[in-house]
């Protein structure tokens, strides 16, 4: 089906038809609004927005502007957080995963539409299946709407490239691109934590049973045809230069990844399926999971490189860098118009410090209404709450913190060492923060030995990008 039902039926009620263009499923806006060629200023974008008693809001705004808190809090009394986009299915049941058509009427929703739409000729909208964007003339597509709902609601998204002062203070204000919720209730909201999948808790178990062994792990990682293809892909890469034949998983953890790295592989694997985020931009899935399995494979050779005394084992140092930056999958999660601000804050600074604009994009600095948690400590919560290794929730919660020191320093420490000469090729977040041979002294590693271990896995790195394709898929 090309439409979702609702907006089919919808779209009938016109006196024209509509055009749609087919785009690939499941795909994100920025990447639709990218490989159609699409003005973004026409693209619209729903943001379902809930206030503390439970009164949910539709927003509907132009692709390239931003949501004003303030402005919405004056025109309707309320103040609205935003709802997790995974949440979107519960009030567009017809709907294809995470897709948000702006017909609030037709889906029973109150819906604040920003004026800025009035000045198109045309808009373009999700049409509900994940497979198409309807066109339509911006007359016809009014007529869908009511008249009272247009109001000013929006900022322009200039706001976004700040000044080389801004760097050094946090002049700019965020306040009315953040919802002015205080740090209570905040708190309350982020207790609302995922749960953990299913398929990681029964990993968790095989970790802890003393008579695990390969066959038990097979057995679950064979449970998803994905994880299996990712474990499979691995064993084979050029990277373990494995000349023989693998024919199961089993033989693959047996006679080339070992026990550690395919629980942990598989491990992160499954938790990353518990958060739903955007696939574009420099923070979307697709970035996220291409600097995690580079940053993973990285962590995996160069432990072998760390003297004894620090106490880092391969597969859990391969676990920690698939899940270091994982508070931004919980950040996109939870708080879906604070992460389309920051994504784009940090592609119109990409050479800003990623601590400093997220004080700027969640209203921290001198915005005190608002909890000052960045995607660390978001991360180590969330690693804290599933009770994840703790070596793991320490790496995600200090790895930013070059001065951190106590139990598993020597994993955020050697995490740092990654990002940052990850950063020298545009992957990840590192902006140049530290001095590599100081950051290696802080784990015993050579400098030089770790950019030759870089740069020969930079040469096989097909395989990488191939895993981080089918991961972010």
């Known amino acids: 089906m090309a439409l979702s039902k609702t907006v089919e039926t919808e779209l009938k009620r016109l006196p024209i038809a509509c055009k749609l263009h087919a785009h690939e499923r499941g795909a994100g806006l920025a990447r639709i609004v990218s490989t159609l060629d699409l003005p973004k200023k026409n693209v619209l974008r729903g943001v379902l927005l809930r206030e503390p008693e439970g009164k949910v809001l539709l927003v509907v705004l132009p692709f390239n502007r931003l949501i004003n808190f303030q402005a919405i809090e004056r025109e309707t009394g309320y103040q609205f957080s935003p709802l997790p986009i995974s949440h979107a299915s519960s009030y567009f049941p017809d709907c294809a995963e995470a897709t948000i058509p702006p017909l609030a009427k037709a889906y029973r929703l109150e819906m604040l539409l920003d004026e800025s739409v009035k000045e198109l000729d045309s808009v373009f909208f999700e049409g509900g299946a994940g497979l198409n964007l309807v066109e339509l003339p911006t007359k016809n597509f009014l007529m869908l709407c009511e008249d009272r709902c247009v109001k000013t609601i929006s900022c322009s998204d200039d706001s976004v490239q700040l000044k080389a002062g801004d760097f050094d203070e946090l002049s700019l204000d965020a306040a009315p691109l953040t919802p002015a919720v205080d740090a209570k209730k905040r708190l309350e909201k982020l207790y609302k934590l995922p749960a953990m999948p299913e398929m990681a808790i029964q990993i968790i178990k095989l970790r802890n049973d003393p008579n695990s062994d390969a066959q038990k792990l097979a057995e679950i990682v064979e449970i998803d045809p994905s994880l299996s293809a990712q474990v499979m892909?691995?064993?084979?890469?050029?990277?373990?230069?494995?000349?023989?034949?693998?024919?199961?998983?089993?033989?693959?953890?047996?006679?080339?990844?070992?026990?550690?790295?395919?629980?942990?592989?598989?491990?992160?694997?499954?938790?990353?399926?518990?958060?739903?985020?955007?696939?574009?931009?420099?923070?979307?899935?697709?970035?996220?999971?291409?600097?995690?399995?580079?940053?993973?494979?990285?962590?995996?050779?160069?432990?072998?490189?760390?003297?004894?005394?620090?106490?880092?084992?391969?597969?859990?140092?391969?676990?920690?860098?698939?899940?270091?930056?994982?508070?931004?999958?919980?950040?996109?999660?939870?708080?879906?118009?604070?992460?389309?601000?920051?994504?784009?804050?940090?592609?119109?600074?990409?050479?800003?410090?990623?601590?400093?604009?997220?004080?700027?994009?969640?209203?921290?600095?001198?915005?005190?209404?608002?909890?000052?948690?960045?995607?660390?400590?978001?991360?180590?919560?969330?690693?804290?709450?599933?009770?994840?290794?703790?070596?793991?929730?320490?790496?995600?919660?200090?790895?930013?913190?070059?001065?951190?020191?106590?139990?598993?320093?020597?994993?955020?420490?050697?995490?740092?060492?990654?990002?940052?000469?990850?950063?020298?090729?545009?992957?990840?977040?590192?902006?140049?923060?530290?001095?590599?041979?100081?950051?290696?002294?802080?784990?015993?590693?050579?400098?030089?030995?770790?950019?030759?271990?870089?740069?020969?896995?930079?040469?096989?790195?097909?395989?990488?990008?191939?895993?981080?394709?089918?991961?972010?898929?």
């Open 233 to 473: 892909r691995y064993a084979n890469s050029s990277f373990f230069g494995f000349r023989g034949e693998l024919d199961s998983i089993k033989s693959a953890i047996s006679r080339v990844l070992g026990f550690d790295v395919v629980m942990n592989m598989a491990l992160g694997l499954a938790a990353g399926g518990a958060l739903r985020n955007p696939p574009d931009g420099p923070l979307g899935l697709r970035a996220f999971w291409k600097h995690a399995t580079y940053t993973a494979a990285l962590a995996q050779a160069l432990s072998k490189q760390v003297p004894d005394q620090y106490e880092i084992k391969p597969g859990m140092a391969y676990l920690a860098g698939l899940l270091h930056n994982f508070g931004f999958l919980l950040l996109g999660h939870l708080f879906q118009p604070e992460f389309f601000l920051l994504n784009k804050m940090v592609a119109a600074n990409p050479e800003a410090s990623i601590v400093m604009l997220e004080k700027h994009a969640l209203g921290m600095g001198h915005a005190q209404h608002v909890l000052g948690m960045g995607h660390a400590e978001l991360g180590g919560w969330l690693m804290q709450s599933w009770e994840m290794p703790s070596e793991v929730t320490v790496t995600v919660k200090e790895h930013h913190n070059f001065d951190y020191s106590g139990e598993h320093e020597g994993y955020p420490a050697l995490i740092a060492v990654i990002n940052h000469i990850l950063g020298r090729y545009e992957i990840g977040d590192d902006r140049g923060e530290g001095d590599l041979s100081m950051l290696c002294e802080r784990v015993g590693l050579d400098a030089v030995k770790v950019e030759e271990t870089v740069e020969t896995l930079l040469e096989k790195r097909g395989d990488l990008d191939m895993m981080a394709e089918q991961f972010a898929a």
